[in-house]
Each structure stands twice: as structure tokens, then as C-alpha cells.
């Protein structure tokens, strides 16, 4: 066979020019976070939501905070701060172990993409992103709040935004490339970032004990909380140029990059070595549980169809093993809300054993609660969704599990974690605040479990109407975390509007607080059920069962549209 | 007696009409493969089967259930491997395999199924980290774990390297020892060949053949197919006339024979006598593959299966 070939050449062929190629990376990356609605809400919605409602709730005369200054003038600068950390931070550690586990890394890397370019626009992209959140903040505060624009000043502020946004970038691309999994990368960003905040003035008002404060120095985020917030500070005479802060911030960025690039030249090697990046955690060993369980494995199981408690029973072990070795799933609904019991009570009472202890009281409840909302409402949903978008739902609907059975062993799984939050926020507080249990406690527990049943069904019909995962993420995790400022959850002791009490009212979250905390109150005694708190939460769960028994789909989309292209 | 049985299946989505009035039986113990291109309505028509999907029209009866209505009674006597469908990816392949057994009246041992698949080296690792081959394997162990009456196969091995098909087959095969009725959609015809007492070709919705894969291929005829290659310099026109006409597919010359002895004769003398090497000469007797492409508009195009080659 002759075959006529071009004859191959080394030279003459135009290479791609870089800075086209940066510039189509960066609107790539642009267009893959605007259709990714869940990143835009951390990074945009969901700090200008705190800066919102803190500023309508703390901005009025009542609260006279720093001798008078317009509180917004402060507060825009933090959550600007925190939009950024968002933008940059999270995005860049979310999106690029993403891409580094789903395989896109992989083929981009045997692509001609030069790895700076793929790393330089995913960066211009984020600070782009944070650009937008702190530009977006801005322009409420001024408009709402009165928030007054220094503009002498500026350059400075941009400079900072600039250094804060690359060298966070960096931070998240080292979290990202060490990250042993993509849900691990989700939950060491998030689990940075959140509790950075709380020791960079952010969410804190009032003064940090002493060693809180030096610790948040050590960290970037404070640094660029500071530097925005001096910018925007009136009564200071600065030229908006912070060398101290922007050396700190740049610093962090340095060791971000330093590590990324060792990660990242690591998991090359690995791969050259035929390594696979994802290491089998846990895989080969076989525990002595699992010897046990082989041993019955040799033989059929029963005869005769399982019994319906069996059946719940395998369904609740499955969604609890599921649970633990979920990454983020014990961090936000267990290991958070539990640190936070331990932290509030320093950070608001100081030293004040009596402040302390009455906040340790009230918090082990809320956090209970709040925890118990974020297990049965929002991860449990979300893994529901995640197993449908896998198609593994589907899998279930053609075995002769029934769909009770399903649902019945989530929620129940769920309960049992609610309880488990209980016992940690109370053996904590117990034991460093010396909170009091009351001889009430199996009311709480009742209305614990009541609730926990709702919240779950709530989530399940969540998932059921909103058939994308991100999307039914965006929807539970959005409206949990706006309801909670609303329902004594992060404030407390705040006069709302009428009319938002009023709507607080309406959902089953401030009544989960209230009926469980005046259960749980160290007065308390005899059986303290709080009947109208529950009819509530059990009318919000039947609502929430009702559309899941009318609207639940183990399908991912809508078949007609797979059908059409499917064989 | 007929296991499975469709008369005049009517499936549409929208304007498409995915399934346009099918009927077939399948006996018990019989494995059948349908065939057909991307779109033609295979996974449709399984799904019916399965009961995911409602009917527009037509009877289907599965042993003895309407899908649509069966349930679980129904779900407990089939096993059903999707042609795509995940895992969550934090369990290991026994745990999987033991909570599905859980759900069956008469599951077969875990350790027995996880050994038939051929995956008892990571009965206790990760899914996450199994490769794409041994994934589709458990997915195969889920499918078989009730030790069904009747087994659904989507395309069960694509994306199998050519030892784990070998494997997937001789595992099907055992399956059709064990009495299961069988019936699996695929695109490869050796596959179908291979495993199914019977073929129905699926095409656009419509059947468009059935019969047992011998059956089918003697349908195109009983002409061997004689292909070769002519040097550059050659001009094909002027080969003597052979066959049934000289068709050029790609580079290679193509032509059908009824007298293959004869033809092969005066082509390798034509050949002789002009002093030209016919590269690559091949004799290939018609395959299920040649029926199907003539069946469903040449789709797909493999190489023959070549039962003699007369090397240079």
C-alpha cells in the first residue's frame, strides 16, 4: 500500500498565540461558572444575603455600635472580603478537583494547553468573579445603605482586591490539588474558609479573646478584611496602601503556589508511575467486621421475602455508611454546628462566666437544631440526588425494593443522626460550660425526632420538584441558611419587622428552635411538648411527603429528551 | 412457553417515534439478542419491559406480569444491568452486592456472585476504584444477585477489554445452563452471534428481521465475499469481470461470488499474468455483521470475519 503523506514538520507550523489562547481559557471558565448557579450563590448571593440582612437588622438606631459610625460602611468592606475568599478560595478549590477527579485535567493535559494557561485562566476567571462580588457589594451598600466611596483611596483598594484575589486563587489550587477526593476538596474549602471568617471579624461583633485574635491574624483573610475595611474607614487618614496587610495576603500566596505546583508535579509523577490519583481509601484491608460478614456470604441470604424491617433496617445502615464516608456530610451537620457550640460562647461572653454560660444554654439548642436541618434537609436530599443523577435510583426501581422502604430508611437515618448531634452539643457544653440538661430532655428528644422526620420529608420533596443535583443543593443549603438568620438561629435577641416575624413564623425551623430549646431550657421540667410548635413542623412534613409521593422520579432528566437521542 | 411476550409495542416521544409497532416471543431459556443501530428503539422496548417506561399501545407480557403493573412481585423474579448507571462510589463491591441480595426472596450467595463476575480480588475495595470494566462487572453482579427468572442486558459489554467480554460471555452463557432467560441488546454482532439462539433486528422502531443468527446470514445469500488490495498503478477497470461486479470500499476491491473457486482462479491468473501482487487477498464468508448493514442502511462497518486468507 502507498500512502501519501505530508512530510512531518518541526518548524513553520504557527503555534496558537498565548495570550488568545488565556483569553479564551478565561471566557471558557467565565461561561463554566455562570452555568454553574450553585459556585455564583457562594460567591455573589450568598455574602451580599449577610450583608443585607445584617445591615437592615443591626443598621438601625437601636444597636449604637462603633461610636456612631453608619454600620454598613464597615460591614461592606468584611462581606466584600468574604465574597472574595468565595469567589477565588472555594471556586478555584471546588472547580479544579473537580477537573482534576472527573478526568478533564487528564486529556486537558494531553491536549497542546499549556498548563499556565489553564491555571491562568481559571485564576483570571475567579478574580474576574471577585471583582464582580466586591464591585456588586459595593453598589448596594451605596445605594441601600449609604455606604460612602473614598475614592482617593481606590487604587489602593483595587491593589488589595488584585493581591487578595491571585493569592487566594493559588491557596484553593494547592487545597484542591491535595485533596484526596473531590468531596474532601468541597469540605476542606468550605471548612477553611467558614471558620477563617469567624476569626477574621467577619460575622463576629464584639471583641475575640485574646488568643482568637492572634490566631486570625496568622491567617490571610483578616489581613484583607482589615486592609478593605481601613480603606472604607472615614476617620482614618491613609493613602489605602497596606504594605503589612498585602505582604501577609501575598505571603499566603506564595506557600498556595508553592504547594500547588509540588501537588500538581506529584500527581504527574504518579500517573507516570501508573498510580492512579484517586487512592484506594480503605481498599484490600479487609477489617474483621468484613471476615465476619464472609463468612454468611457463602450462603443465600434467607428464603422467602425479606420482611419489611429488614428491608428499612439494610436502608438506614446504607444511608449511615453512606453519611461517614461522605466528606462533607459529618463536617456541616455534625463536626461544624458542634464547633460552633464550643466557640460562641467565648467569642460573645469573654469573660463573663454568666454571658457564657447562658449563651452555651441557648446555643447547644440552636445548633442542635440547626445541625439536625442541615443532615436530614440538606445532605441526606443532596445524596438522594447525587444517587439519582448516577442513575442509581433507577437501579432500585427496577429491584423489588419499595420506594417506602427507600424513603423510611433515609429519613430514619437522618433521626438517628439528629440525636447524635444532641449528645455531642450537649456532652460538649456540659462539660466545658456546665450547661444544665433538664429532667424535660425526653420531650426534646421528641421533638427532635418529629422534626428531624419533617425536615427529611421536606428535603425528599425538595429533590423530588427540583430535578438537577446543583440546583436542589442551591435550593435546601439557600433556603436553610436564610431562614436560620430569621428563625434564632445565628441572631437571637433581635426585633425583627413585624411582618418578617411574622413570615419566620410560617416555616417549620423556627418552631423546631423553639419547641426543642424551651424543651431543652434549664428551667424546664415535665413534659414541655409545645403542641402548636409541632402541628407546624408535622404540617410542613406531610406537605413535603405529599409531593414526594406524587412527584418523586428515580429518573435524572426527563426521558423523553434521553429517548430521543437514546437507542 | 413464551417467557416474554410483545404484540404491537407503539412507544412515542413526542413526534418520535421510538418504538412503531413491535411483536416477538421469547421462550423459556432462550437468549436473544436484539440488534440494531444508535436510536433504533432497543433500550425503549427493554425498558417497557422492565417497567420504567408506560406503553402507548400494545400487549407485553413478561413471565406472566404487565410490567406496567407488576411490581414488586414482578421486580422480585427479573434482574435488570442498565446500559448506563453509576454506583456510590464509597461502598466496596461486597457491600453493594449484599444489600441488593437483601432485597430478593431467593438471592444466590454474595461470595458466589461476586466469584461468577470475576471480582473476588476487590470484593472489599472501593468502587471508586475499580476500572471501567470491573464497574460494569458489578454492575452485572447487581443485575444477577436475585438469581432472576428473566435477565435484562443492555449492551453488557461495552467497554469490556476482549478478556473480560470472553469472560462476560462464558458468564452468560452459565446463566443459560442455569435455565435464565435471557435478553440483551448489543452492537456487536459477534456478541450476537455468540450468545443468542435468536436475533430480531430492530431498525427506525421497527423490526426488521428475526431468526436464529444462521438463519439471518444465509439471507445474504449463500456468495462469499473475495476482497483484496491493487497497487497505485493499477487501474481496477482493467481486472477481468468476476462475481457479481467489482465494488471498491475504501482502498480495498470488494466482490461477491457464487462460484468462489472459479473466480479466485481467474483472478489470482489475471493477477499472475500482469505480474501485480493483490495485497491482502481475503476470502470471507457472509457474517450476521453484512446482513445487518444491508438491514439498517450500512451504519456501522467493521471488517468481515475472514475464514481463510491466502497471504500474498
Redesign the interface.
Known amino acids: ?2 500512502l501519501t503523506q505530508p512530510a512531518p514538520t518541526t518548524a513553520a507550523v504557527p503555534t496558537v498565540p498565548a495570550r488568545g489562547m488565556l483569553l479564551r481559557q478565561t471566557r471558557h471558565e467565565l461561561v463554566g461558572l455562570v452555568r454553574t448557579p450553585v459556585l455564583l450563590f457562594f460567591a455573589l448571593l450568598f455574602p451580599l444575603a449577610f450583608f443585607v440582612i445584617l445591615s437592615s437588622l443591626l443598621g438601625n438606631e437601636t444597636l449604637d455600635f462603633r461610636s456612631g459610625v453608619r454600620l454598613a460602611q464597615f460591614l461592606a468592606p468584611a462581606f466584600a472580603s468574604f465574597g472574595i475568599a468565595m469567589a477565588t478560595l472555594s471556586v478555584m478549590a471546588i472547580g479544579f478537583a473537580e477537573i482534576r477527579f472527573n478526568g478533564v485535567l487528564k486529556r486537558l493535559t494531553g491536549s497542546p494547553l499549556p498548563r499556565w494557561v489553564l491555571l491562568g485562566g481559571r485564576m483570571s476567571a475567579g478574580t474576574l468573579l471577585a471583582i464582580g462580588a466586591t464591585v456588586l457589594l459595593l453598589a448596594v451598600g451605596v445605594v441601600l445603605y449609604d455606604v460612602q466611596i473614598l475614592w482617593e483611596r481606590m487604587p489602593g483598594f483595587a491593589v488589595t482586591v488584585l493581591v487578595a484575589a491571585v493569592s487566594f486563587c493559588a491557596i484553593g489550587l494547592a487545597i484542591a490539588a491535595l485533596a484526596p ?1 473531590f468531596q474532601a476538596a468541597i469540605a476542606i474549602a468550605n471548612g477553611v474558609v467558614i471558620p477563617l471568617a469567624f476569626l477574621s471579624d467577619l460575622f463576629v461583633i464584639g471583641e475575640l479573646p485574646e488568643w482568637l485574635d492572634a490566631v486570625g491574624w496568622a491567617f490571610p483573610l483578616k489581613h484583607l478584611v482589615n486592609a478593605l475595611g481601613d480603606g472604607l474607614n472615614p476617620f482614618l487618614d491613609t493613602s489605602g496602601f497596606y504594605l503589612d496587610h498585602l505582604a501577609a495576603i501575598a505571603a499566603w500566596g506564595v506557600a498556595g503556589a508553592v504547594v500547588a505546583s509540588w501537588a500538581i508535579r506529584r500527581d504527574a509523577v504518579r500517573a507516570e508511575r501508573g498510580t ?1 490519583v ?9 477489617s474483621r467486621a ?1 471476615a465476619r ?2 463468612g454468611r ?10 420482611a419489611a424491617a ?2 428499612i433496617v ?1 436502608q438506614v445502615r ?1 444511608a449511615n ?2 453519611h461517614w ?2 466528606w462533607s456530610s459529618p463536617f456541616f451537620g455534625i463536626a461544624f454546628p458542634v464547633l460552633l457550640v464550643l466557640l460562641f460562647p467565648t467569642i460573645i461572653g469573654g469573660a463573663d462566666p454568666s454571658i457564657r454560660l447562658e449563651v452555651a444554654q441557648t446555643i447547644a439548642a440552636t445548633m442542635t437544631v440547626y445541625g439536625t436541618a442541615v443532615i436530614a434537609y440538606v445532605n441526606m436530599p443532596q445524596g438522594l440526588a447525587e ?1 439519582r ?4 435510583l ?2 432500585w ?6 420506594s417506602w422502604a427507600l424513603f423510611t430508611g433515609h429519613a430514619v437515618s437522618s433521626t438517628l443522626l439528629a440525636l447524635l448531634v444532641m449528645v455531642a452539643s450537649y456532652a460538649l457544653a456540659v462539660s466545658v460550660y456546665g450547661i444544665v440538661v433538664p429532667p424535660s430532655w425526653p420531650s426534646a428528644v421528641v421533638v427532635l425526632v418529629v422534626s428531624a422526620l419533617s425536615f427529611a420529608a421536606l428535603g425528599m420533596g425538595v429533590v423530588s420538584v427540583v430535578r438537577g443535583t446543583q440546583s436542589a443543593l442551591a435550593v435546601c443549603l439557600g433556603s436553610l441558611i436564610t431562614l436560620s438568620f430569621v428563625s434564632d438561629i445565628f441572631l437571637f435577641g433581635v426585633d425583627f419587622p413585624p411582618w418578617l416575624d411574622a413570615l419566620a413564623w410560617t416555616f417549620p425551623l423556627r418552631h423546631a428552635v423553639n419547641a426543642f430549646g424551651d424543651a431543652m431550657a434549664a428551667d424546664a421540667s415535665g413534659v414541655v411538648l409545645g403542641l402548636d410548635h409541632l402541628a407546624v413542623i408535622i404540617a410542613w412534613g406531610v406537605a413535603g411527603l405529599l409531593v414526594v409521593l406524587t412527584r418523586f422520579n428515580a ?1 435524572p432528566v426527563h ?2 429528551r434521553r ?5 | 412457553m413464551a417467557v416474554i411476550e410483545v404484540t404491537d409495542l407503539h412507544k412515542s416521544y413526542g413526534d418520535v417515534r421510538a418504538v412503531d409497532g413491535v411483536s416477538w416471543q421469547i421462550q423459556l431459556k432462550e437468549v436473544v439478542a436484539l440488534l440494531g443501530p444508535n436510536g433504533a428503539g432497543k433500550t425503549t422496548a427493554v425498558e417497557v419491559l422492565e417497567g420504567y417506561r408506560h406503553r402507548d399501545s400494545g400487549e407485553v407480557s413478561v413471565l406472566g406480569f404487565d410490567p406496567a403493573s407488576g411490581g414488586r412481585a414482578y421486580r422480585e423474579r427479573i434482574g435488570i444491568v442498565l446500559q448506563e448507571a453509576g454506583f456510590e462510589d464509597q461502598f466496596t463491591v461486597r457491600e453493594l452486592v449484599r444489600l441488593q441480595a437483601g432485597l430478593y426472596p431467593h438471592p444466590r450467595p454474595v461470595d458466589e456472585v461476586v466469584d461468577m463476575v470475576g471480582l473476588e480480588e476487590k470484593a472489599d475495595a472501593r468502587v471508586k476504584t475499580l476500572s471501567g470494566g470491573q464497574r460494569r462487572r458489578l454492575d452485572l453482579a447487581l443485575g444477577i444477585v436475585g438469581d432472576p427468572e428473566v435477565l435484562f442486558l443492555d449492551e453488557p459489554t461495552t467497554g469490556f477489554d476482549p478478556s473480560a467480554r470472553r469472560r462476560a460471555w462464558e458468564l452468560v452463557d452459565r446463566l443459560r445452563d442455569l435455565g435464565t432467560t435471557i435478553l440483551l441488546t448489543t452492537h456487536y454482532m459477534d456478541e450476537a452471534e455468540h450468545l443468542a439462539d435468536r436475533v430480531v433486528v430492530l431498525n427506525k422502531g421497527k423490526v426488521v428481521a428475526e431468526g436464529t443468527p444462521e438463519h439471518l446470514a444465509a439471507r445474504a445469500g449463500a456468495e462469499t465475499v473475495v476482497s483484496f488490495r491493487l497497487p497505485d498503478d493499477v487501474d481496477p477497470g482493467a481486472l477481468p469481470r468476476l462475481g457479481t461486479g467489482l465494488e471498491m470500499v475504501g482502498t480495498t476491491v470488494q466482490l461477491r461470488s457464487a462460484q468462489p473457486t472459479a473466480d479466485v482462479n481467474a483472478l489470482t491468473r489475471w493477477a499472475l499474468d500482469h505480474n501485480v501482487e493483490l495485497a491482502d487477498l481475503l476470502l470471507a464468508r457472509p457474517s450476521l455483521e453484512d446482513v445487518y448493514l444491508e438491514l439498517t442502511d450500512g451504519q456501522i462497518a467493521e471488517a468481515p470475519e475472514a475464514v481463510e486468507a491466502v497471504d500474498r
Open positions: 500500500m502507498t477526593s492512579r484517586r487512592h484506594p481509601a480503605g481498599a484490600g484491608g479487609t468484613a460478614q464472609a456470604d457463602a450462603v443465600p441470604r434467607r428464603h422467602g421475602r425479606p429488614a428491608l439494610d446504607h455508611t453512606l464516608r461522605d444517587a443523577e448516577a442513575n442509581v433507577k437501579r426501581a427496577g429491584s423489588p425494593l419499595p429518573e426521558f423523553g429517548a430521543s437521542r437514546g437507542a
